[in-house]
């Protein structure tokens, strides 16, 4: 609920890590996270999930949702010469390609001024690509997990990494995946 959601995210903050899509309305959903590189490259991260349990409401604290100011807020974002990224927790769970449908909405961010959409959501990895000078994931797989849990599904022990160098101004980037073993049976 919101109180361990909110209580997860001030524990993040006291120790340096700031949080991005755990909201207090609906409202804030659209406002996004801003963070500065070590080369002074100012970033916004814009942070939404489908419509699933514990969303936010105009008067109701939880997770962001898709709104249709979104892709305002990313133009504006922008335009004020920020890196924008998006966070997008969306797509089918357990399907190794995404949907056309997410395909557009994903391209859309990047057309709005968006460097970088990273979608997750399926458990599996899905494609990436580089779109109109934009990196789009669609699903990286699953990173941080319990093997244990998930070994009935073989796409789901291994993920996408993804490193960004924001070094040379642009960010340049490389994929590689990673694969999570099972040390022994119920073990990680």
Not at 125 to 154: C, D, H, K, M
């Amino acid at each position: 609920g919101w109180d361990g959601a909110n209580a997860t995210a001030n524990q993040l903050l006291s120790v340096g890590i700031p949080t991005v899509g755990l909201v207090r309305n609906s409202f804030e959903a659209l406002e996004p996270l801003v963070v500065r590189t070590t080369s002074e490259q100012n970033i916004a991260i814009f942070a939404w999930a489908e419509r699933q349990f514990g969303m936010a409401d105009y008067k109701v604290p939880g997770v962001a949702p898709l709104l249709p100011g979104l892709h305002s807020a990313i133009a504006a974002a922008a335009e004020q010469g920020y890196f924008v990224v998006v966070s997008a927790d969306g797509g089918s769970e357990l399907s190794p390609i995404p949907s056309p449908s997410q395909a557009d909405l994903y391209r859309s961010f990047v057309d709005d001024g968006a460097s970088i959409v990273y979608g997750h959501h399926s458990h599996v990895p899905q494609a990436f690509e580089e779109y109109r000078g934009g990196l789009i994931t669609y699903g990286l797989g699953n990173f941080v997990v319990n093997p244990a849990n998930w070994n009935e599904y073989s796409n789901t022990l291994w993920s996408l990494v993804v490193e960004l160098d924001f070094g040379g101004g642009l960010p340049a980037w490389r994929v590689w995946p990673y694969r999570l073993h099972l040390e022994a049976p119920g073990t990680v």
